[in-house]
């Protein structure tokens, strides 16, 4: 069992699960923000879990219209999902007393395992909730033949 779960907070369910050092860290620049947003939109949390027949993919978009988010399969194997939710127009007589939704652009892209089949996958949008399954291939089992053994 590794000890970086109990250094860092949270657990990690697998190998490919990577610990990052800037998680929920508030970037104020670079390549992986967008100025004068929040990393809580800009980084949206996505769970992905397997069922027996596919991988399903649920995203919290609050505000967010399915007209605003993209689903891409790319080069094979990579599920993109990303969205632009805008910032509320401004009136000029508002006076804002706090700031505390986020708002502008995400991209999360996911290597899918080879028992896919991409040319199925489907996407819905309720209640702010993004859900994307991708179907799994069926495992062709192999057929066992007997030997006989001779002597």
Do not use: C, Y
Not at 18 to 40: C, H, Y
Not at 73 to 80: A, H, K, M, N, S
């Amino acid at each position: 069992m590794s000890l970086i779960p109990s250094f860092f907070g949270g657990r990690r369910n697998n190998m490919s699960d990577l610990w990052d050092p800037f998680r929920d860290f508030p970037f104020t620049g670079g390549a992986l923000s967008v100025p004068g947003e929040t990393a809580s939109f800009v980084n949206t949390r996505i769970d992905w879990k397997e069922t027996p027949d596919a991988h399903v993919f649920k995203a919290d978009l609050p505000g967010v219209k399915k007209e605003e988010v993209k689903v891409e399969v790319e080069e094979g194997r990579i599920l993109q999902i990303s969205g632009d939710r805008n910032v509320e127009k401004e009136e000029r007589n508002d006076k804002w007393h706090r700031v505390e939704r986020s708002s502008g652009q995400f991209m999360r892209r996911f290597r899918l395992p080879e028992n896919v089949k991409v040319d199925e996958v489907k996407a819905a949008m309720e209640n702010g909730v993004l859900t994307v399954t991708v179907p799994k291939a069926k495992v062709k089992k192999s057929d066992v033949k007997a030997i006989d053994i001779s002597g």
